[in-house]
Nanobody, 124 residues
Framework: QVQLAESGGGLVQAGGSLRLSCAAS????????MGWFRQAPGKEREFVAA????????YYADSVKGRFTITRDNAKNTVYLQMNSLKPEDTAVYYC?????????????????WGQGTQVTVSS
């Protein structure tokens, strides 16, 4: 089992950058595929990015491709989401999540563990 805790959210102007972190408890972090999702007010939660167990493969939603970068440091049990060129439509609560297999990455229902989320607000 793994517990996840996000940090790094905040208020930023459009065009700015933020880096989110997600720290995981336990010694089995490298066994999990890690993903980031977000949920804007009044909208369903949507997939943002995912990274394979040792970071060799990544996958992004079209809406963030080229602007966001997901990385992980297994020695620190942490996954990151670097967000550049932020837009007001990126405003949401951002969640990290963990799953066992690198497949069907955008489906939130296949992720077993979730953090509590961190708020990102992008002002225009």
């Amino acid at each position: 089992q793994v517990q996840l805790a996000e940090s790094g959210g905040g208020l930023v102007q459009a065009g700015g950058s933020l880096r989110l972190s997600c720290a995981a408890s336990g010694r089995t972090f490298s066994r999990y595929v890690m993903g980031w999702f977000r949920q804007a007010p009044g909208k369903e939660r949507e997939f943002v990015a995912a990274i394979s167990h040792i970071g060799g493969s990544t996958y992004y939603a079209d809406s963030v491709k080229g602007r966001f970068t997901i990385t992980r440091d297994n020695a620190k049990n942490t996954v990151y989401l670097q967000m550049n060129s932020l837009k007001p439509e990126d405003t949401a609560v951002y969640y990290c999540a963990a799953k066992s297999y690198y497949s069907n990455l955008p489906s939130e229902y296949e992720y077993d563990y979730w953090g509590q989320g961190t708020q990102v607000t992008v002002s225009s």
